[in-house]
Nanobody
């Protein structure tokens, strides 16, 4: 059974950093497209960053230059390094995986999310 578990969220001050992890079990992440999405209170879910099975990477304009997505094959984990965090980055962050859909809300497998709160 495919399972994704996010971790690394928490409370951080503006300008701070966090690293989110998305650990997979039941499948090898390398063969899948992986996406990070977020949903803030009262807002729709939005894509943050994605990495394709071939290594292609995309970022939302709002996080370019601040967030970095990476994949650790040995740990079967994808990371989202978030620097220079802003209050508007506050949201529940989800990772998703799919063999075919890339960077889409239609991706097949989703984790339960991890809460990131940016506040002083």
């Amino acid at each position: 059974q495919l399972q994704l578990v996010e971790s690394g969220g928490g409370l951080v001050q503006p300008g701070g950093s966090l690293r989110l992890s998305c650990a997979a079990s039941g499948f090898t992440l390398d063969y899948y497209h992986i996406g990070w999405f977020r949903q803030a209170p009262g807002k729709e879910r939005e894509g943050v960053s994605c990495i394709s099975s071939g290594g292609g990477i995309n970022y939302a304009d709002s996080v370019k230059g601040r967030f970095t997505i990476s994949r650790d094959k040995a740990k079967n984990t994808v990371y989202l390094q978030m620097n220079s965090l802003k209050p508007e980055d506050t949201a529940v962050y989800y990772c998703a995986a799919d063999r075919y859909n890339y960077c889409s809300g239609r991706m097949n497998s989703w984790g339960k999310g991890t809460l990131v709160t940016v506040s002083s």
